[in-house]
C-alpha cells in the first residue's frame, strides 16, 4: 500500500513524514518526493513473540511519499502540482496536512492560520485535476461514440459515467461516491482518480496544543487525527529507553506516529491476519472483506489453489487462554471454508493440498 503525504508549502508535511519514518531532512533542502517504507505498529505480535521465541516476526509495512507542497497562486506552482500529480496518482490513500500553529520562522501560506481554509484548498485541486481529466476525456469520446467501431459499446458506457463524474466534480463532490461498482472501476482504471481515494486529514498542532488538540471537523474523509509533527519528530529520533521516558514525561502511552501509522493503514481498508509458530510470527494484510481462500493466496498462491480449510482462531481468545492449547480446549478454535470473511487479528493456519 502507498499512501501520499499532501499539504501546503509551511504546512510541516515533511516534518510529518519525518515523524512517521524517522528519518530527518534538511530543511532547507530543494524540495522533492521522498519515499520510505514504514512497519504498522502491532501489539499483537508482541504478545505472540512471547509465546513462540520465532526465529523471525514479520510485521506488515506501508510505504509513504512525501509530495513536496506547491502554491497554486503563481504558474511555477501551478506546474509543479501537474509534474507531481501522476505519482500522487499511483497511491492508494491521500494525507492532506494542515497548519495550525505559529511559528514566526517559519512563514504562512497566505499569511493566514486557518487549517479548515488550507484543507478545502487542497481538497479543490484535487478535484479540478479530476475534473481536467474528465472533461478531456468526454470531448474525445463525445465525438467517438458517434463513429461505428469495436469499441462503441464500451466507449458509451464509459462516456455515461463520465458524465455522471463531471456532473459530481463540478457541484465539488469526489468521486469516491461516484464510482461504486466493480464494472465503474474497470472502465475508469485508467484514471486514478485522486477523489476515489480515501483522504485523511491530519491537523499539525504546535507542542503545546498536542494534548489537547482535537481533529479537524471536515468533510469527505475516511478520518482526521491531530499531533504535533513537530515533537512527533523529536520523539521518532530517540532511542527506545529515552522514547519512553519521553513519552511518560507527556503523559502520553505511544507516539501519535504509530497511532497515524494505524489510521493510515485502517482508512486504506486494510486488515491483518496473523501466522504464528517457532520460525515466524506474521502480520498479513488484507482488503477488508477478503475470504479465507483470498488470505491463502496472499500466503502463496498454491496455498489457495489447494485451499482445504483455515484453521483460525480470534486473538482475543488467544489472550483470554493464553495458548493455542488451551484455546483448543475451551472449544474456541474454529475450522472456517473458502468463503469464510477474514476479520482483523484472526490467527490463521491454511491446509492445503498444494
Known amino acids: 500500500m502507498k499512501v501520499a503525504i499532501l499539504g501546503l508549502p509551511q504546512s510541516g508535511k515533511t516534518t510529518v513524514f519525518s515523524a512517521i519514518t524517522a528519518k530527518s531532512f534538511d530543511p532547507y533542502a530543494p524540495p522533492e518526493v521522498r519515499q520510505a517504507v514504514v512497519h504498522v505498529p502491532d501489539e499483537r505480535l508482541g504478545f505472540l513473540t512471547k509465546l513462540f521465541h520465532p526465529k523471525k516476526v514479520v ?55 486557518d487549517p479548515a481554509a488550507d484543507f478545502d484548498e487542497m481538497r479543490s485541486e484535487l478535484l479540478f485535476s479530476d475534473l481536467e481529466a474528465v472533461t478531456t476525456r468526454v470531448e474525445r469520446l463525445e465525438k467517438s461514440v458517434k463513429k461505428p467501431t469495436k469499441t462503441q ?58 494534548a489537547e488538540a482535537k481533529p479537524l471537523d471536515v468533510e469527505h474523509v475516511a478520518d482526521s487525527i491531530s499531533l504535533g509533527a513537530s515533537i512527533e519528530a523529536e520523539i521518532a529520533m530517540l532511542d527506545s529507553e529515552d522514547r519512553k521516558a519521553f513519552l511518560e514525561d507527556l503523559g502520553l502511552a505511544t507516539p501519535a506516529r504509530d497511532r497515524l501509522i494505524q489510521v493510515c493503514y485502517k482508512a486504506a481498508g486494510l486488515i491483518s491476519f496473523l501466522t504464528m509458530g517457532a520460525d515466524e510470527v506474521r ?37 483470554a487462554h493464553g495458548d493455542e492449547k488451551s484455546v483448543k480446549a475451551a472449544g474456541k478454535a474454529r475450522k472456517e471454508g473458502k468463503e469464510y470473511i477474514v476479520q482483523d487479528g484472526d490467527i490463521m493456519n491454511i491446509l492445503s493440498s498444494a
Open 59 to 113: 510485521e506488515a509495512t506501508i510505504e509513504f511519499v512525501d509530495i513536496p507542497g506547491c502554491s497554486m497562486e503563481d504558474a511555477n506552482g501551478r506546474d509543479e502540482w501537474k509534474r507531481v500529480v501522476p505519482t500522487v496518482r499511483q497511491s492508494d490513500l491521500l494525507v492532506i496536512v494542515v497548519r495550525d500553529f505559529e511559528n514566526a520562522s517559519v512563514p504562512m501560506h497566505k499569511d493566514r492560520l
Open 283 to 319: 502480520a498479513w494484510p488484507v482488503r477488508a472483506g477478503s475470504t479465507a481462500v483470498q488470505a491463502a493466496g496472499k500466503i502463496h498462491t498454491d496455498l489457495s489453489r489447494g485451499f482445504i480449510r483455515a484453521e483460525t482462531i480470534a486473538y482475543a481468545d488467544l489472550v
Open 153 to 210: 459499446e464500451v466507449d458509451k458506457r464509459e462516456l455515461a459515467l463520465l458524465l455522471r463524474c463531471q456532473a459530481a466534480l463540478e457541484s465539488e463532490a469526489p468521486l469516491l461516491g461516484v464510482i461504486k461498482t466493480e464494472d465503474d472501476r474497470a472502465l475508469v482504471a485508467g484514471f486514478a482518480f485522486l477523489t476515489e481515494k480515501p483522504i485523511l486529514c491530519v491537523r499539525n498542532v504546535s507542542d503545546e496544543a498536542t
